[in-house]
């Protein structure tokens, strides 16, 4: 097995570009669009570029049990995650704020692979997590004193959050081997039939069809395509824990993004926050130590 070396700026720049700018594309598009429909809309879309993707290429299709799994991860990962973001940001949480809770994805994950799947946590790995819950802490907390009361708009976020984490771990159980082409069709398809029933009982038209148009083609083409495409590149290249830590930049760039783009200006806790979460990323994605690592092996054999 080839060893994993460490990611090129060619490669972790145009991932971490991708992944910020999503946020603030993401308030754009709820300006111009019902959140739950924008979300439908999004993920319909996602399926239908990732099945022309899967049949050109002619990639095995999920069945059977695991074509159920697939949907429940699909559901999990991209529906709440994708519905909690855009329905919070739709009623006042910023861009980097949302940012910064999303990416705390490897912590929480980190936590509920130990809770669930009895992956053990090294010392580091748990200072990481109690530093991530205090970011999100200090981050929100000073949203809340800003706004004198709490934003339900947080609470979709953090829903976001869960579900992003437990659908990762769900598809770790429950989908291994899946193709990550038909896997990626049949999740966002899943997800926006999901989503697409809450998105009928919500209120409000699109507004402004240009810019939810605009929204809708970067999301899609470059979220939900290239994004996931240099992201799996990265996981070959670098391992997953190197990818991952990826997140940790995510939030600062996507608060400079926000910052000409939305005139969103970060708070001195947001800032905190996002120093806090970078320090809780890289921490929260380190790989267990070999001496954990070979006594794992040792008990499996």
């Known amino acids: 097995m080839q060893s994993a070396r460490s990611i090129p700026l060619s490669l972790a720049a145009p991932i971490v570009f991708i992944w910020a700018s999503g946020f603030p594309t993401g308030k754009l598009g709820v300006a111009a669009a019902p959140p739950f429909l924008l979300t439908t809309v999004r993920l319909a879309l ?23 799994h697939t949907a429940v991860a699909g559901i999990l990962t991209y529906g709440a995650q994708f519905s909690g973001c855009y329905g919070g940001m739709s009623v006042g949480v910023t861009a980097s704020v949302t940012a910064l809770v999303i990416a705390m994805n490897p912590v929480l994950t980190a936590a509920l692979a130990a809770l669930f799947l009895r992956e053990r946590l090294s010392r580091i790995r748990v200072i990481g997590l109690v530093l991530g819950v205090l970011a999100v802490v200090v981050t929100l907390g ?18 976001g959050l869960l579900g992003f984490s437990a659908g990762g771990l769900y598809q770790q159980r429950y989908c291994a081997g899946v193709d990550v082409r038909t896997g990626g069709a049949m999740q966002s398809a899943a997800a926006a039939l999901a989503v697409g029933v809450v998105a009928t009982f919500e209120h409000g038209n699109v507004t402004h069809w240009a810019q939810a148009t605009a929204v809708l083609l970067w999301l899609v083409l470059a979220g939900s395509v290239a994004g996931t495409a240099f992201y799996l590149r990265a996981i070959a290249v670098g391992g997953a824990s190197r990818a991952s830590a990826l997140f940790c930049i995510v939030p600062p760039v996507s608060a400079l993004l926000a910052w000409p783009t939305l005139g969103e200006t970060p708070s001195i806790t947001a800032v905190l926050g996002m120093a806090l979460g970078a320090v809780a990323c890289v921490l929260g994605t380190q790989p267990a130590p070999a001496r954990e690592a070979g006594s794992r092996k040792l008990a499996m054999s």
């Open 142 to 159: 000073g949203q809340v004193l800003a706004e004198g009361a709490v934003n339900p708009g947080l609470l979709l976020t953090l829903l």
């Open 46 to 68: 996602a399926a239908l570029v990732l099945a022309v993707v899967a049949g050109c290429s002619r990639a095995a299709w999920p069945s059977g049990k695991r074509l159920g």
